[in-house]
DNA sequence: TACTTGACAGCAT
DNA sequence: AATGCTGCCAAGT
């Protein structure tokens, strides 16, 4: 049968429900949790397509610089760096996360 | 149906 | 450090 792509959705969604608060992840750790190594891209795809009132911690996923993937014009960058604010996480000057204060 | 775009990543310049 | 190219894969035009 065809593959079915929202179910990729809600596998990759899942995966990222599982971020505990106050801790970050990056795309391409998510895609491979996902099973999907290597399409870190698929994952942009899947928080994108994210309804806006989901539970789902969209804010804890950076790209592999440990800074927001969203413009700096949009929106949605300034609330995920509220949001990871809100929860102790710590950006420094330039707008960058310590991935391995994470131990990344 | 073919080409381009995009919440990315990693390596080469 | 900044820029460019390639690989990935679904969605949009």
Same mark, same amino acid.
Request: overall charge positive; proline content about 5%.
């Given at each position: 049968m065809?593959?079915?792509?929202p179910?990729?959705n #809600? !596998?990759i969604w899942?995966?990222?429900?599982? /971020?505990?608060?106050?801790?970050v *992840? ?6 491979e949790?996902?099973g999907?190594?290597?399409a870190a891209?698929r ?7 994210l309804?806006a ?5 969209? #804010? !804890?996923?950076l790209?592999?610089?440990?800074? /927001?993937?969203?413009?700096?014009? *949009?929106g949605?960058?300034?609330i995920?760096?509220d949001?990871l ?7 420094n000057t ?11």
């Amino acid at each position: 049968m065809t593959n079915y792509e929202p179910d990729i959705n #809600h !596998r990759i969604w899942q995966v990222v429900a599982l /971020i505990p608060k106050g801790r970050v *992840s990056t795309y391409g750790h998510v895609a491979e949790k996902a099973g999907l190594a290597g399409a870190a891209r698929r994952v942009g795809s899947a928080l994108r397509a994210l309804p806006a009132d989901s539970k789902i911690p969209w #804010h !804890r996923v950076l790209n592999s610089k440990g800074s /927001i993937a969203l413009p700096t014009a *949009s929106g949605s960058h300034q609330i995920q760096r509220d949001q990871l604010e809100a929860e102790g996480v710590l950006f420094n000057t330039k707008g960058r996360v310590d991935l391995e204060h994470f131990g990344w």
